[in-house]
């Protein structure tokens, strides 16, 4: 009786190179990283601007003002020293919207005439700085 027609083995498979290295997810971090600053860029921009997180755009009370108008020209350390400071109407008496670099101007009476006085926000935050009577 004739022997049974051999079958080599199977060839071994060639190394699985994903086996053989871990797979890196540099890739993936590096998108999912970029994509998040991206995202928390857009967010603080619109928080900024007051769209998000805000009623709109951030107003100066204009009575508030006049009256921090009046102590800058009063006061002889930190101001301009008037000794008689009387009316003062800032931006026509309507309250301000705060911006760095936006100005508004005030009527002042000082020494019985009648002067204006330009205020310039210093930031976004409402400080502002009084220049002397013109």
């Not at 002067?115 to 009577?133: I, K, N, S």
Request: glycine fraction near 12%; charged fraction near 20%; proline fraction near 10%.
């Amino acid at each position: 009786m004739p022997a049974p027609p051999r079958v080599p083995p199977p060839a071994p498979a060639p190394p699985n190179q994903d086996a053989a290295q871990p797979r890196s997810n540099r890739g993936l971090l590096i998108g999912a990283g970029v994509t998040g600053l991206l995202a928390l860029t857009l967010l603080l921009t619109l928080v900024l601007r007051g769209v998000i997180g805000g009623s709109g755009p951030v107003e100066l009370d204009v009575i508030q003002a006049q009256d921090g108008v009046r102590q800058v020209l009063a006061d002889p350390i930190n101001g301009y020293g008037r000794d008689d400071v009387g009316a003062v109407r800032c931006n026509n008496g309507v309250n301000p919207t705060v911006r760095k670099g936006r100005t508004f101007t005030c009527e002042v009476t000082v020494d019985g005439n009648r002067r204006q006085v330009l205020v310039e926000f210093a930031d976004d935050a409402g400080t502002y700085e009084v220049d002397r009577p013109r």
